[in-house]
């Protein structure tokens, strides 16, 4: 999942307000907003019940609604080769009823409680969530709970939903040409880590799959000690903890299985890709490999980040200064003027997550001109921060905008629970939000421009390009692999 | 970077924006909405939540794509667009370029954003509300609503990018689908315009700013605030953010041409386009209602049943659910200023097209003849009215629902009623009203890509 920074702040919002406001609204200093306490009651708090079960609430009391989420500490990157797309496919299957809950009643009970369902798989998680008014919170868990622990199906519910899965992969992936040639570019770009392949699936790898390799990895990750439930919203915490011993404590714990680290080799040169498919613009994606933030960085104030993490967090910085705000480097250089390059330009970190992490740089070339001169000119502006550095106006700008973004993250409870669920899942600290701020702020000139001139070589790049291709009215449909058509 | 999640459901966002939840607040919730109209002749609404140390505005004019001329299509979304790419010197104010303007607002914390829909051009403004930001946040709104340049070279530039994007788009099943659509839906209704290479081509920054001096005026802002204000302070800021636009006597604001109806369906048309696809499209539909309908309650509660209602409707169960032929499957109305289309949509294998057009149109036709059951009546209202607290447990959901009660002049005590009136309706309102409104044997289906 793509989001530039940590969970938002975890304290009551009438102190965030009054911690920004302490700090004179604008130059903010580093760590001051953090060291403010929530008022008592309303902290985020963590218990971990007997099972193993990690649980986490975070009361929010400014409208009488709650999100209830349930975490997986499983997803695509911890599936192996043939079974690409099982953690997904187990996901479709959980709506599939219980012993006793019949195929599809989870979300019809959820839904007569006024409540909204769904659940995403991303290539670090499997995530089930409910946005419900408050007073229903405790079904909620009861049904959440009964559907982690006893979820079972027939194996026709599993030949129709497969189908469906096809369906969502055609949609997603094969009408999609920068999607299908991002699913190339990873497969590329890893060679032993899992992040090679796509979280749907390949297509073969969901023909073949059967409802049993989907029991197996159910019952292998589906234990309580490899769950997170994350609760925001108006709730009373003690009451909450009460339910979830009620209806989640009585599951039985069990083993996580060991995790393999699958650890990617060191990339020593160039890679690249062309795909060509149906469309009428050109694209190009520089993926580099990057180091990423660490735990140790986000323990406490006194503690200092480690290299790594100073060098993660400036390029989270250099990527906000080439793309944080419309206008930006890369806005200014490649998209506007009589000569312009190209149409759009993109730049983006991921700082963190359970796998290696990657520097995006993208592009669409503008009418006229080629990949390689937006590729040209993407590089040019990572060669000139590492020459020339940047501003401090530039560098205020995002800092700015980040401090902000806290702010406005307050409004949703939905944002800050899958905030809290991204920390749980990553093993960082409940504040790791407030810590991320905290430490971007310190970022400095120096640090970015050094970030420009080490990570942008070469030796680390994985270069893909969408090659456009007419449309042909006159060619005939696809037609479905045979194995699909029973 | 694309595909980093996969969903379980696919939420189509036509239908997320229009109609269904576009009204909300429970008697519970009630919420008290300050509403004034100031001597400009600006429409305020303001709900106060002191929660969050931040403010949420929004403009909205009549000035949306249904007033855009056929031969210019397109007109009001590039004056949405073009009005962020500078502003004008004025006496005491610098001119910005569009790079200068960017900054100056991320250097705020602050989001502007202009956009453009079919019945709307709306400005909206998030910022935070410590007072001297925030004064800073509504001077620099004021000046780009305003005082905006409309730079030539800049719009040259904007045309061709659009134009690039409208190419790159017709080479995707879903878009040549939708436009095939509305084509037979909206015939020459502006609801139909479509934006081409051509259309650009004929709009220059003359016509922009004459759009613009003819339908962005003080005399006809609907204004919507939630956030951390007290009246006062609102009072204050919404004038000084209409305050750079031309003054003029609220009682000389003359009413703008009314624009057509939708023209009702005399037949029904059958467009099957040849594409090259993993998936074919399908989408069936018609002329709808419009918002100020007054079957718009029952309408509402029926196309939960039929298709609204995520896993729970009849289509997601019949096409879906147990068949395993689409991944996402839905029905929706789009009521606006004119009767916005009824639309059932979906994408299945293209060997599968022809069965799931029946299937669609089958479920469509029987629950037009017999509206829903007891049970499903329950369970629309169980969903609807039990779940009204999370239509408004935000700021940006509850300056959604005020800009609809401004927008479409809805009483101020509508989300007050809304469970009432939903409450009220029966199986045999839904039943009627379905059959007022929907001609299963006259729609339009475009099935695009379909093999054999």
Known sequence: ?486 | MLNSIFSRRAIPCLCLGLGLFMHSLSARAALPIQHWTQASGAKVYLVESHGIAMLDVQIDFDAGGRRDPADKAGLSSAMSRMSGKGLAARPGAVALDENQLSEAWADLGAVFTVSSGSDRLSFALRSLSFPDLLAQSVALAARQIGEPAWPEAVWRQERDRISAAIRESDTRPATLAGKAFRAAVYGVHPYGLETTSATLARISTADIQQFYAQHVEPCRAKVSVVGDVTRAQTDALVTALLARLPQRDAARCQALPAVAEVQALNAPTNRSVAFESAQAHVLIGQPGYKRSDPDFFALTVGNYTLGGGGFVSRLTTEVREKRGLTYSVYSYFSPGLHAGAFTIGLQTRPDQAAQAVEVARTVLAKFVAEGPSDAELKAAKDNLVGGFALRIDSNAKLLDNIANIAWNNLPLDYLDTWTAQLEKITATDIKAAFSRKLQPERMVTVVLGAGP
């Open chain 1, 1 to 486: 999942m793509f989001s530039l920074f940590l969970c938002p702040r975890l304290a009551g919002a009438r102190l965030v307000k009054k911690a920004v406001a302490l700090l004179g609204a604008w130059c903010l200093v580093a760590s001051g907003a953090s060291a403010q306490s929530p008022a008592p009651g309303m902290q985020v708090q963590q218990f971990t019940l007997a099972n193993g079960l990690t649980l986490i609430v975070k009361p929010d009391r400014r409208a009488p609604t709650v999100a209830h989420m349930l975490w997986v500490r499983v997803g695509s990157m911890d599936e192996v080769d043939g079974s690409s797309g099982v953690a997904h496919a187990l996901e479709h299957m959980m709506f599939k009823g219980t012993p006793t809950l019949k195929p599809g009643e989870f979300s019809r009970r959820i839904a007569a409680l006024g409540g909204r369902d769904n659940a995403f798989t991303s290539r670090d998680a499997t995530a089930y969530h409910q946005q419900i008014p408050a007073e229903r919170l405790e079904e909620v868990m009861q049904l959440e709970a009964d559907r982690f622990a006893n979820t079972q199906w027939d194996d026709e519910e599993f030949k129709r939903e497969i189908e469906v899965v096809k369906e969502e992969r055609r949609l997603r992936t094969e009408d999609a040409p920068r999607s299908q040639l991002y699913e190339y570019a990873y497969a590329v770009a890893f060679t032993a880590a899992p992040y090679r392949r796509p979280i749907v699936g390949w297509m073969s790898d969901l023909d073949a799959m059967t409802s049993a390799d989907l029991r197996s990895f159910y019952r292998q990750w589906y234990v309580p000690g490899n769950a997170a439930v994350v609760i925001a919203g108006d709730v009373d915490v003690a009451q909450v903890r009460a339910w979830a011993e009620k209806y989640y404590g009585r599951i039985p714990a069990g083993l996580i299985p060991a995790r393999k680290p699958r650890t990617e080799p060191a990339q020593n040169g160039l890679r690249q890709i062309e795909h060509k498919a149906t469309a009428s613009q050109a694209y190009v994606s520089l993926m580099f490999k990057v180091p990423q933030l660490d735990v140790s960085a986000l323990k406490d104030a006194s503690t200092p980040a480690s290299a790594a993490s100073r060098d993660a967090l400036a390029l989270t910085v250099l990527a906000a200064v080439l793309d944080g705000y419309s206008g930006a480097r890369l806005d200014r250089a490649l998209t506007q003027g009589a000569d312009r390059v190209a149409d759009s330009a993109g730049a983006y970190n991921g700082l963190f997550g359970r796998g290696p992490q990657v520097f995006f740089l993208d592009g669409v070339p503008a009418e006229g001109k080629t990949p390689s001169q937006v590729l040209a000119a993407l590089r040019k502006q990572i060669d000139r921060i590492a020459r020339e550095g940047v501003s401090q106006g530039e560098l205020q700008r995002v800092k700015t905008q980040w401090v902000a973004a806290e702010t406005y993250k307050l409004d949703a409870i939905f944002s800050q629970a899958r905030e809290l669920g991204s920390n749980w899942l990553n093993g960082y600290p409940l504040n790791a939000n407030a810590r991320v701020v905290a430490q971007l702020r310190t970022i400095t000139a120096q640090e970015v421009q050094s970030v420009a001139a080490r990570y942008f070589g070469d030796e680390q790049l994985t270069l893909a390009t969408l090659v456009p291709q007419p449309p042909d009215p006159n060619r005939k449909p696809r037609l479905p692999a045979a194995a699909s058509r029973h």
